[in-house]
């Protein structure tokens, strides 16, 4: 019998009803898979703040470190300045445990609408793989003579060869292991940003030679890249990129495969602990009312499992969520449609989980 210990970060506003939700699900697809799980909880987040002043103590890293997840809801308050909570918790916990990769997959599934006119779940499949540690949101800057007219500004993108390289290996492999097309996109900015984007081409390409020959390459330039995200999504396979380019482009795959609501993400450390979490924010207005979709959390619920290698469990999930989502229980994934639809946040874990169990 597998045992695992998964931290949990719930955070802020609906974060910790849809991480009840996603914990709930997990449970009933570990009690049929012979899998176990103890739980630890880090209660970080604004309240905390509030009351404290604590963000995230150094004593907290070492302890996430001992599990063998994480899974967090979402972080961000209403009454805590923006970047606080954002840079102090999560880009903490990212960059001290190396979770250098950020895996979103783009995935319709059936019965979800997207807002592509004359696309479905076979045009929009693909996974973006997003450089997680470094790039602008660790390059060194500053800034001078604030709030004056000769304010200079400067934030740099810095990466470094072994930045890119572990990102693009992990990207590649990725590719051979998904076994779609066997095709790994580089999104860059080659023609403007010519000294990192020049290390990521070249990198791409003496791995894809050496290491990977059976993984096809094929480039596209970032503003490029959300263009055909929109017209020809089923272009993609996987497609990995710098930090920055990588968070604006899956804010935009999120929308594809039908909204905030169903996106989910892992932060991995492939030879660490890797946190799962939706990738949509903490809704603070809908805070305690159970009427927020948790699928998005379910989904890195999923994520969470199959990066154990629970693979049977994952699949499961899946399924049942794929059966919640074409069952015609909701019209769509918002807050209106859920209270339409006489539904709530913990009546469609339960439903999904109840599913799970009869699988
Ligand atoms: C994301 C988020 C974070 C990021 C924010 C909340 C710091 O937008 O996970 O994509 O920019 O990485
Ligand atoms: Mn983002």
Redesign the pocket.
């Known amino acids: 019998m597998a045992h695992y210990k998964i931290g949990l970060l719930p955070g802020d506003g609906t974060g910790p009803e849809v991480l009840d939700e996603g914990l709930k699900v997990m449970r009933a697809a570990a009690a049929k898979f012979n899998v176990t799980f103890d739980t630890e909880l880090f209660d970080f987040g604004g309240e905390r703040y509030k009351k404290t002043g604590e963000v995230l103590p150094d004593s907290a890293i070492g302890e996430l470190a001992q599990c063998d997840a994480l899974f967090l809801g979402a ?2 308050h209403p009454d805590v300045a923006p970047g606080i909570l ?2 102090g918790i ?2 903490r916990v990212r960059f001290e445990l190396d979770q250098y990769i ?1 895996l979103r997959p783009v995935k319709l599934y059936p019965g979800v609408d997207t807002p592509l006119k004359d696309k479905g779940p076979e045009e929009i499949d693909f996974v973006v793989i997003r450089e997680n540690s470094a790039g602008l ?1 660790t390059g060194v800057g500053g800034v001078q003579r604030q709030g004056t007219p000769y304010e200079v500004a400067i934030q740099n993108m810095v990466y470094t060869r072994n930045e890119v390289d572990r990102c693009l290996r992990y990207a590649f492999e990725y590719a051979r292991k998904r076994n779609k097309t066997n095709t790994l996109t580089l999104c860059g900015k080659t023609n403007v940003l010519t000294y990192v984007y020049g290390l990521w081409e070249r990198a791409f390409h003496e791995m894809g030679k050496a290491e990977f020959p059976d993984v096809k390459r094929e480039y596209a330039h970032v503003d490029a890249t959300t263009m055909w995200m929109v017209k020809n999504p089923e272009w993609f396979d996987v497609v990995v990129t710098g ?1 920055m380019f990588g ?1 604006i482009i ?2 935009l795959g999120a929308m594809i495969q039908g909204g905030m609501g169903i996106a989910a ?1 892992g932060n991995i450390n492939p030879e660490g602990v890797s946190m799962f ?1 939706p ?1 949509g924010g903490s809704a603070p207005k809908y805070t305690g009312m159970n009427v927020i979709n948790p699928l998005a959390c379910i989904f890195a619920g999923q994520m969470l499992l199959e990066h154990l290698g629970e693979s049977a469990a994952a699949a499961a999930v899946e399924q049942a969520c794929v059966d919640f989502l074409t069952s015609g229980t909701l019209k769509g994934l918002s807050v209106s449609d859920i209270k339409a639809a006489g539904m709530s946040t913990t009546k469609i874990g339960d439903w999904i989980a109840d599913r799970v169990a009869q699988l």
């Open positions: 972080i961000g954002e840079k999560l880009l950020n949101y930090n968070d899956t804010d993400g979490e990738i």
